[in-house]
Structures are given as C-alpha cells and as structure tokens.
C-alpha cells in the first residue's frame, strides 16, 4: 500500500522563529478557518522544531495553538529541506533575512515547485537577482514569485497608485515624494533585520551595479515636465512643517520597476485565468495611474531623530567596505545607530506604542500639455497620505498576510508566474481595501493650485 500523499498547506510561513516571523504568526492565525477566510491550512517552518514550536505558541497565545498548524523543519542552506517544504506549500511566506543570504534559495525552491512566494524584503539587489534568475522557471512553473510584501515596499506602493489616481485629466503629477514619518509615545525602535541589510547592502553595492549593467534597460515611463532637481540632503520647508532627509529606500526602487513594467504593458499583466470583469477593471485601474518621478524622505519633527538617522548611514557607509568593519556594526548595531536598532529588537509595549505616517506630496500640471511650454512650472499641488501601526512587527505582517488571502482568493486574476513587484501584482485588486479593513488608512489630504 503505498504511503499517503503529504498534506499542501494553503500557506507555509518559513523564517517563523524570527523576530518578525513570530508576529507573521500571530497575524495569519487570526485568519486561519475564520467565516470567508481562504486561509483553511497553515504549517510554520524554520531550522529549530523547538524554537518555530516556541514561536507557535507566542503567535496563538493566550490560547493554545490551533490544531493542525503544522511545525516543519526546513533550513535555507539545505536545497532538499526547502524542496520538500515548497512541495507542500500553496503560498510560501518568506520572513527569513537577510534576504540576500537566506532569501534566494527559498524563491529558486518555490520556482521549482510551482509555489508562489511572498517575502518581506526590502534589499534591492535580492530582488532584481531574483527577478534576473528565477523569472523564465517561475513563469514556466506557475510559480508567482513577489518580493517587498512588508513596509518595504507595499505602503509606499499602493499609496503611490493611491495619489497618482487623484490626478484626473487632463492634470498630471510631475513628482512624488514620500515623507516617513515614524511615531512612538516611548522610542523607536527599528526592525535589526531593516539594520543588518543596510550594512550588506552598502557592502555589496558594487555588486548591484554589475547586475544592472549586464541587463536590458528598462523602459522609462513618460513623464511630463523635466526632472527634478537633486535638492538638499536635509530641508527645513516643505507643506508638512517637519525637517526631512533624502532615504536611499528601497521603496524608490520598486516603484520605478512597477512603472516600468506599466509602461512596457500599459493595460497590466492579464491574470492565469481572469474573469472579464476583472480583465476590464485591470484595463480601467491602470489607464487611471499617472507616472512620476519618486523618491522617500524621513521626515520628523525632531530634528535629532534626522541626525541619528544621519549618524546611522555616515557609520554604515564608512564601516561597512571592510569586513572588520561590518563586524562592528553587526556586532554592535545600537551603538553604531544611535539607538535607533538593537539586536533584541523593540517589547511588545514599544511596538503598541509605535505608528507611521507617509505623506505623498506630489507636484505637476493642471493640464499635461502645459508641460512642454517653454518655461512652464508645475502649477498644482496634491497630498495624500497613508498610515498605520508600527511599521515593522505590527504593519508589515498585516500587509504580508493580506498578499497571501489575496492570493488565495484571487489566484486566477493574477499572473499565471513569474517575478514582479507588489504594485504590479496587487496595485488592481482589493489588497488597499483590505489594508484599510485591517489597521491602514489611504486618504486624500488637499488638492490645490500652486502660487
């Protein structure tokens, strides 16, 4: 007789004993066999039965753990175990960083399997490697591959589409950028994950650079207006009244990707197997996006949050070249960061504590055809904003399980596979309602003339 077929999971959160895996836990547990959930399957997986079992019963606690949740053992340096594990997996959630080191092998497994997978990254040379090497097999194997499924980057997406759609015709938006404003009534406290990339990303910087240049350009999106200028690194003056500081985010890369895969397929990517009402909204949304020029800044009105985010970066860029450096900064993370990071990240109490804001403000023409006018100047202003709990252990969980329900509910509506970007995927379905249902708010602050 031969042995019972393993049992495919709707969803398999690896990286589960993590920091932030353990609150991805907590999150999808609320949805698991709940009224119109798709959600009706659930297995946890890392390289510690013990420690993934642990963080189990801290994700369903005060309760005990559900019932047929599953505890998996899978290591990202093992190719067999992470085969066996996206073998049983309809949706993979991906929460084990650095991405660039663990993150890689989970998407080639999931890509191999026909698995889709879903990561919280925000490292932007992991995510265009693995669109560079996984996107023909995941195509070929239906496998739907998206990364930034967190903070990074899918509030600063949806909120772009969100502003970008308030421009209606014939106005334009020339630029977009996004001020992060990070609030606690205790201290902030950042995700160590968010750290650590920092430093290996600065590290391997040349290394982005090379891939970028061994691949076809991308095609760029036709913007009115010319480009804006550099500006300073740090302003005092804008709309919001907070002091503000250029981000090298990687919120900035995904949203440039986003609008140059919609300008290479302006209607979008037709899904696997979409209804035609879904086929005409998809047409519709993006016929109704506007591109930009974008960009994120941190904005507060402290100006010493700004310095020890300076601080931050000085050390990060100065340090992390040498490997005797790196070994300081991932060895001593609050001291080389001001006390923005440590390694045993925020308490429970901080992070109920902690909110973001993220303001658009975006600049352009009331009417498009102004933009080509010899000295023509943007003469519209629109703000929107989006807001949230805290970004790292509270929003980006919210965000990453929503991607999933969506997934699930959806699938036929989405790509048939491959590697895309959040707003590529998700920007025409119902994740912003659902967002807006689960914590987030998307609104429409002002829309006025420029003086």
């Known amino acids: 007789?031969?042995?019972?077929?393993?049992?495919?999971?709707?969803?398999?959160?690896?990286?589960?004993?993590?920091?932030?895996?353990?609150?991805?836990?907590?999150?999808?547990?609320?949805?698991?066999?709940a009224p119109s959930s798709p959600l009706r399957s659930l297995a946890v997986a890392g390289r510690s039965r013990d420690r993934v079992d642990a963080a189990l019963r801290w994700g369903a606690s005060?309760?005990?753990p559900p019932e047929g949740v599953a505890v998996l053992v899978a290591d990202a340096s093992d190719p067999a175990s992470l085969a066996a594990l996206a073998s049983r997996a309809r949706v993979v959630l991906s929460c084990a960083g650095p991405f660039r080191l663990h993150g890689h092998a989970v998407a080639a497994a999931c890509a191999a399997a026909g698995a889709d997978c879903l990561d919280i990254s925000g490292e932007p040379e992991f995510m265009e490697r693995v669109e560079a090497d996984l996107h023909e097999p995941a195509a070929r194997n239906g496998s739907l591959i998206v990364s930034a499924c967190g903070f990074d980057s899918i509030p600063a997406e949806l909120g772009f589409l969100f502003h970008a759609r308030q421009w209606d015709p014939?106005?334009?938006?020339?630029?977009?950028?996004?001020?992060?404003?990070?609030?606690?009534?205790?201290?902030?406290?950042?995700?160590?994950?968010?750290?650590e990339s920092a430093v290996l990303g600065v590290a391997n910087a040349g290394q982005l650079q090379a891939l970028r240049r061994s691949r076809p350009r991308r095609p760029r999106p036709n913007i009115p207006g010319p480009p804006p200028p550099k500006g300073s690194l740090i302003e005092g003056h804008n709309p919001l009244g907070l002091w503000a500081m250029k981000l090298p985010s990687a919120d900035t890369v995904v949203v440039k990707r986003t609008l140059s895969a919609i300008t290479e397929h302006p209607e979008g990517l037709p899904g696997a197997?979409?209804?035609?009402?879904?086929?005409?909204?998809?047409?519709?949304?993006?016929?109704?996006?506007?591109?930009?020029?974008?960009g994120v800044k941190?904005?507060?009105?402290?100006?010493?949050?700004?310095?020890?985010?300076l601080i931050t970066g000085l050390f990060i860029g100065l340090l992390a070249h040498f490997s005797f450096?790196?070994?300081?900064?991932?060895?001593y993370p609050e001291f080389f960061s001001a006390g923005l990071?440590?390694?045993?990240?925020?308490?429970?109490?901080?992070v109920k504590s902690a909110s973001f804001k993220m303001w658009f403000i975006g600049h352009g023409y009331s009417d498009a055809?102004?933009?080509?006018?010899?000295?023509?100047?943007?003469?519209?202003?629109?703000?929107?904003?989006?807001?949230?709990?805290?970004?790292?252990?509270?929003?980006?969980?919210?965000?990453?399980?929503?991607?999933a329900l969506v997934m699930l509910s959806q699938r036929g509506n989405l790509p048939k596979g491959g590697v895309y970007t959040p707003g590529t995927v998700f920007g025409p379905t119902d994740l912003q309602q659902r967002l807006q249902e689960n914590g987030l708010s998307f609104d429409l602050h002002v829309t006025r003339a420029m003086r």
């Open 1 to 33: 007789m031969a042995p019972p077929e393993p049992e495919v999971f709707d969803v398999v959160i690896f990286g589960a004993s993590g920091f932030t895996g353990k609150y991805v836990i907590r999150e999808a547990l609320k949805f698991l066999s």
């Open 325 to 331: 450096g790196r070994s300081l900064l991932l060895k």
């Open 273 to 294: 197997e979409e209804t035609p009402e879904y086929a005409e909204h998809r047409k519709n949304f993006w016929s109704s996006v506007k591109p930009a020029h974008f």
């Open 341 to 350: 990071f440590r390694r045993a990240g925020p308490t429970e109490e901080e």
């Open 62 to 64: 005060p309760a005990p």
């Open 369 to 403: 055809a102004q933009a080509s006018e010899r000295g023509s100047k943007p003469d519209k202003e629109v703000i929107t904003k989006v807001s949230g709990p805290e970004v790292g252990y509270i929003t980006t969980p919210i965000v990453l399980v929503q991607c």
């Open 170 to 195: 014939p106005s334009a938006p020339a630029t977009v950028e996004a001020y992060v404003s990070l609030q606690s009534t205790k201290r902030i406290v950042g995700n160590i994950g968010t750290y």
């Open 298 to 309: 941190i904005a507060s009105r402290s100006l010493m949050i700004l310095v020890r985010f």
